[in-house]
């Protein structure tokens, strides 16, 4: 074989005299850094041996190489100091079965009954302990030796009550949850019934009863609704630790019936809190134009009706709604109850007295609530829908009287609440301008749709 093939090249010599020498940085690195070298070596000699023959490509070679100790190094970040970590408490739920009392939820935990005592001494939130309900939740936590560390109950859905027990010192504190509100729209058109619209808007029968609440004063949700007729709102969607927990309130929305436009617009400050139309007029009036929240009315205001038990022409000075037996009926407005008695013709029934020389009747109740001479407010429930006296069936009569003189309960015009004025006025068009603003672009968006 000719020499030039056996001879090592110079520079690879070099290397190696380097690598005996004791006093060159060679040999003052770690076995790990030596090993690359070789590593890199080897590449060039197999470079130098390639150049001399056909070139094939090779199975690349693995070498696994000492991680460097990181235990005593640094990083920019490890001077930082380290965030505090949440405590995880391993909550135990217990929900409240009908007829349990929280002694006996304490006895089936194996808690003392002594500090349950303690407990429910400690001030007047953990007092009310005595009165929860089935479906309530209680959580505890315990020590490791299985006695009550903690213990959670939810007061409502936006506070927890917080006792703790420190060996065997006792405490209660008030916990807020975390509630936020995230504002959305809806909109529907009615083809059949306000309900049904709702339901296709995606809302909950609450959130259309609010909606219905809202222009009660001016819309007869039974007998004035046509198909076509629209709504547009704007309204918060609550949502708690995270997680969605409930529609919230509407902050403004658009009614249109028969093709007439009614606006609304929450407005709170100070002590007024209320639905306001967009000029500042307060949506509330003095009287609701239906007492109850009925399902259909059965029989309209008819002097002339033919009445359904005694079968002969009998005046009808007022409105039955039918409903079912039971559901409750309220108070159209303001006033004094001048009578709450039972009758063969009107069954239980309650007269209530207003201002402006008005009265107000409600007839076959299944029982009355409300007691002569009581002051009631508008909404307050008098009494629930029944069949008592001469009644065909399940419903509510009520009767509008002026001056002595029956009128429509559906068209007599109510008196109204006064209006905001002054400062309250300019603040209300100040926070209601962007909501406003708002409904205008939806009705926009609407009509543009229907058109097409």
Not at 295 to 323: E, Q, T, W
Not at 360 to 373: E, P, Q, S
Request: hydrophobic share 40%; glycine share 8%; net charge positive.
């Amino acid at each position: 074989m000719p020499k030039s093939t056996m001879e090592t090249p110079g520079f690879i010599k070099n290397l190696q005299q380097s690598i005996d020498d004791p006093q060159h940085w060679l040999t003052r690195r770690k076995l790990a850094a030596f090993g690359v070298t070789l590593i890199v070596a080897g590449g060039v000699i197999g470079g130098f041996e390639r150049s001399r023959s056909e070139p094939a490509i090779q199975a690349p070679t693995v070498v696994d190489l000492p991680v460097p100790d990181r235990s005593t190094g640094t990083h920019p970040l490890d001077d930082a100091p380290p965030g505090p970590v949440p405590e995880a408490i391993a909550w135990e739920p217990v929900k409240v079965r009908s007829g349990q009392t929280l002694d006996g939820i304490f006895r089936e935990q194996g808690f003392s009954i002594a500090r349950l005592h303690d407990i429910l001494a400690l001030n007047g939130e953990t007092q009310g302990l005595t009165r929860i309900r089935p479906g309530d939740v209680f959580e505890f936590e315990r020590t490791d030796s299985g006695e009550l560390k903690k213990m959670r109950y939810a007061l409502d859905e936006a506070r927890f009550l917080l006792v703790h027990n420190n060996a065997g010192q006792l405490s209660a504190e008030l916990q807020q949850r975390d509630i936020s509100a995230e504002t959305t729209t809806a909109e529907g058109v009615i083809d059949s019934s306000l309900f049904l619209a709702g339901k296709q808007a995606g809302l909950s029968d609450a959130m259309i009863m609010n909606l219905a609440n809202i222009f009660g004063w001016d819309i007869d949700f039974v007998l004035d609704i046509r198909e076509g007729d629209r709504f547009m709102l704007v309204y918060e969607k609550l949502y708690r630790d995270g997680e969605y927990l409930r529609e919230g309130r509407i902050l403004a929305a658009t009614f249109v019936n028969q093709g007439e436009p009614y606006r609304a617009v929450w407005f709170e400050e100070g002590e007024v809190a209320d639905y306001f139309a967009p000029d500042g007029r307060n949506m509330r009036k003095a009287f609701l134009r239906a007492p109850l929240n009925f399902r259909y009315i059965s029989s309209n205001f008819n002097p002339r009706r033919m009445h359904p038990v005694l079968k002969r022409v009998r005046p009808h000075r007022g409105i039955d709604y039918k409903a079912p037996r039971g559901t409750p009926v309220y108070a159209a407005g303001d006033g004094t109850v001048i009578r709450s008695a039972y009758s063969k013709a009107n069954g239980h029934h309650v007269f209530v007295k207003h201002a402006n020389s008005i009265v107000t009747k409600y007839l076959h109740f299944t029982k009355r609530t409300v007691k002569k001479g009581q002051k009631v407010k508008q909404g307050q429930t008098i009494g629930t829908v029944g069949s008592t006296g001469m009644a065909s069936g399940a419903h509510l009569h009520y009767e509008f009287v002026v001056n002595g003189v029956h009128r429509n309960p559906r068209t007599v015009p109510l008196p109204k609440v006064q209006p905001l004025k002054g400062e309250l006025l300019a603040a209300f068009r100040a926070k209601s301008a962007p909501l406003l603003t708002q409904l205008s672009r939806m009705e926009s968006a609407s009509l543009y749709a229907r058109r097409d």
